[in-house]
């Protein structure tokens, strides 16, 4: 066990990297295998893995951190999920789906869901692999600074990152301390050498818009309207991700771009829950619901893919520029409803 007041090796955390990549990188760069390392200095009542740390991050743990660190308690303090409290959701849930943040469901310290993305162009040019928090927002898919697809499992086995674990059945402390944080855990394959596929848009108004909101969230310095957009691109990714609503709405939109939708697992029921690619096309979907406003909306309801009643249901605080646009789709409907009754008299 470590004595001084700062541990021998006392990284502090990368830019924008999350809290368990930067935990793993200190224990390793002590020469300790994770769990022998949080043992000592945490104390066996503490069990940290079992949990996600990143979303779920107990004080005591981001107090200790920073005192052994030197590493001021704000700075620790954004190495977590709640950073984007206030931007992407507004309190943090203690259980459940977080709103646009993507579920690790971890049970007995294993991950049930490939909640996890990195950018394979991103781990081959850090110096030192690390994973960021950016990394755990649900519609970033894509990363715009390589404009390539994320990835969220490892393509040679299928299984999701777990970098906590790469030393699991390894003997030697040492050797099981080499090994980069780009290492799947179950095969040993690094992820930084996962291919990388172009990420492809519908439009490039989509692209632009999606990669603006992603800086604004990182930086922390979104307008109103992106503020706004985000509101109502949740609520259009939750009716495309569940229920009828889903089905006719993606049929719609394959009829007006010609092409074949994947169809998200609807038993999962939440957008966040589903793998990066479904994903990826949901949030396109969404994106030109979005675009040319409110014209590609009013079509949708035009064609009987989506109903008025749907656009409000559960949504807080919505925009004052999407309202009126419901608001004039209520009336449209009941003008359409005179008409059909006149004529059927």
Known sequence: MFTGKLWPVHPHPYQDELLSSWLVRIAHANGEKVQSFCHHEFGQKHQIWNRDIDRLSPDWLLNKLSEKTAT???RVRQTTLKRYEGVLFDHTALSGVEKWITPLRIYHRTRKSHGLQFCPECLKEDAEPYFRTQWRVAFHTFCPKHNVMMHDRCPCCGEPVVFQRIELGKGNEETACDKPLSTCFN??????????EEAVFWSNDISASWGQLLS????????????EQLI???QFVKLLSSGVTSEKLLCFIESNHNETLKRPTLHLRHFEANDMKTRFQIAQCAWWLLSDWPQNLYHSWLKGSIRYNCLLKDLEKSPDWYIESVENLRLNYKVRQKLYHSLNK
């Open 72 to 74: 001021p308690i704000e």
């Open 187 to 196: 095969c040993g394959f690094d992820l930084a050498d996962s291919k990388p």
């Open 216 to 227: 604004g969230i990182q930086e922390n310095k979104l307008t109103k309207y992106q503020s």
């Open 232 to 234: 109502v691109l949740h």
